[in-house]
């Protein structure tokens, strides 16, 4: 949720000097072994050591096999497991593994030359790896993984250190993979097609082909095909791939595209557009009814939705007493003002408590149903999706579609994740902006709460400064969205949210920069993006607060781009 989440500290001690993001191993020569002994956890922890007893075996999730490493952080440890692994003198060998968890590490030490590392944020399976050098008297390394403080379990799998034998014995040598099964086609656009399939025991990627043609290599079990024509038809097909060879091909499928047209849904939507969370809670902020939300907002979201026993399903109710007696006719009322007056209004799905989950094809169905009834019984234009404790992609896309094809054109999608969301367009919340984009209105990431990031030129920025907005904003401009589907979410105020709250000013700038290649900081886009969307806050209600001088100073200059 926009300002209810403290986890700043998280990631500013990420610095370029000591992570670096490398791409995916090469394939091993044939003389090569995996030196690393039970790099599957399959005889329990056998061979490697956990910090203060942070590790374990489990059965779920794994990667490959039957069984995964979980170790869990606690107060100042972050559950580094090793293993000492045997190595030659002067050879080159190469570290991978596969890792899912907020923060996850991985590294190989007492190389006698350079030690290596690298880390992922995403919560998906992944796969880390690096080359390394061994010194002339090196006859041992350590392999090492660990999480990060004050963050939750991660899970990795798979180990392998591909080289010369050092004699120490180690893991078989992988087999090729098996065909991938469960082919299909999660999402198109009039551009794109988006594929996802099962995952293969002991692959390290998948190549995905169209028409017979490798078109993209990935390491997971989804992609999106890019650069197609409107309207047509396209034959897909993938395999599976580790370094003993690649599968036989998947059964094909056929993904036809979207009638051309730009992305996005969103109905009459201004094309420079102003959203604010209006709070349906008093939390020390300036109490509002919905009428007196400043007329600089064009998108007002109702925070928040509430989870119901039912899987999927969410219920609204207006906190009529903690509003000062705020009615439900006077919000209803407000609600068809707001629209008079060409704004829109939607419900919020999420935040920083929501436990609203939709994991299969019933909770997606559920999910739909009940945010449709929500807009016929309220009157909202739409839904937010602002999921801080993770999502599905296959799952939330079908319950997006679902009420789409209740709702018609005319609805009104955003979405709010965090920083650490939009990294990668592996992370799911990327996946589920891009498998729905011809639906689609805007992203406004969380551009606060935040540590440190990586931009899309590969360099680490700092929450607070034009080239932290401009830079991340960038990794999704150039992933895929419309950029009328990519705003720059902020704290009204320093009371808004932790850490991350910019001067209206700065953000004027980096709107500026996105859209004309003006007013940058050290970090300037390749290309400009005039139809970028716009901005939003978390609140209107801090923003209130504070005599309305974000809106007032934002609003203005989001519409005359």
């Not at 935040?351 to 994991?359: A, K, R, Y």
């Amino acid at each position: 949720m926009p300002g209810r989440r403290w986890a700043g500290a998280l990631a500013a001690v990420v610095t370029a000097s000591v992570l670096s993001l490398t791409g995916l191993a090469g394939q091993a020569q044939a003389a090569d072994i995996n030196n690393v002994k039970n790099g599957g956890f399959e005889s329990g922890l056998s061979n490697w050591t956990c910090s203060a007893g942070s590790g374990t075996t489990a059965s779920s999730p794994v990667h490959g096999g039957s069984a995964a490493l979980k170790a869990t952080p606690a107060g100042q440890d972050y559950a580094q497991c090793s293993q000492s692994v045997a190595v030659k003198p002067n050879s080159t060998y190469t570290l991978s593994a596969w890792v899912q968890g907020s923060y996850t590490y991985l590294g190989v030490s007492g190389t006698g030359t350079t030690d290596v590392s690298t880390w992922t944020p995403n919560t998906t399976w992944t796969q880390l790896s690096n080359t390394f050098t061994t010194g002339a008297s090196t006859t041992s390394v350590t392999v090492w993984s660990h999480g990060w403080y004050g963050q939750p379990a991660y899970f990795a799998d798979d180990f392998s250190v591909f080289g010369p034998d050092g004699g120490g014995g180690g893991d078989p040598a992988p087999t090729v993979p098996a065909t991938p099964a469960g082919l299909a086609v999660s999402g198109t656009t009039s551009s794109s097609v988006s594929l996802a399939w099962n995952t293969v025991s002991g692959a390290t990627g998948y190549n995905v082909y169209q028409g017979g043609s490798k078109v993209q290599s990935v390491t997971g079990t989804s992609a999106t095909v890019s650069g197609l024509t409107a309207s047509t038809s396209y034959s897909f097909q993938v395999s599976a791939t580790n370094s003993a060879g690649e599968s036989a091909k998947s059964s094909a499928v056929t993904g036809t595209t979207a009638a051309s047209g730009g992305g996005g849904g969103g109905g009459t939507v201004p094309a420079h557009a102003v959203t604010g969370y209006w709070q349906n809670f008093n939390n020390g902020a300036t109490v509002q009814k919905l009428s007196a939300v400043q007329s600089q907002y064009d998108i007002i979201a109702v925070a928040f939705a509430d989870a119901t026993s039912t899987p999927g399903a969410v219920s609204f109710t207006l906190d009529s007493a903690g509003l000062g007696g705020y009615t439900v006719d006077q919000f209803k009322a407000d609600i068809k003002a707001k629209q008079a007056a060409g704004k829109k209004v939607i419900i919020s799905i999420g935040g920083q408590n929501g436990t609203i989950s939709v994991s299969d094809s019933t909770s997606a169905t559920n999910f739909a149903n009940s945010v449709y009834s929500l807009m016929q019984t309220y009157g909202f234009d739409g839904v937010d999706i602002d999921l801080e404790n993770g999502l599905n992609a296959t799952y939330m896309s079908q319950a997006l579609r679902s009420l789409s094809a209740k709702a018609g054109s005319s609805l009104v999608i955003t979405m709010a994740p965090q920083t650490i969301d939009m990294q990668s367009t592996s992370n799911s919340y990327f996946q589920t902006a891009l498998n729905i984009k011809d639906i689609l209105t805007v992203v406004n990431m969380q551009y606060y709460n935040s540590g440190s990031m990586l931009g899309c030129d590969g360099k680490v920025y700092s929450q607070g400064s034009v080239d932290f907005l401009t830079a991340l904003a960038c990794i999704q401009l150039q992933g895929g969205l419309d950029a009328s589907q990519v705003g720059l979410g902020l704290p009204a105020s320093t009371s808004g949210a932790g850490s991350g709250y910019v001067s209206p000013t700065i953000v004027n700038n980096a709107l500026d920069c996105l859209t004309k290649l003006t007013n940058c900081g050290s970090f300037k886009p390749s290309k400009a993006y005039p139809g970028l969307r716009g901005a939003m806050t978390w609140s209107t209600n801090w923003d209130a607060s504070a005599g309305n001088a974000w809106s007032n100073a934002v609003g203005p200059h989001v519409h005359a781009l």
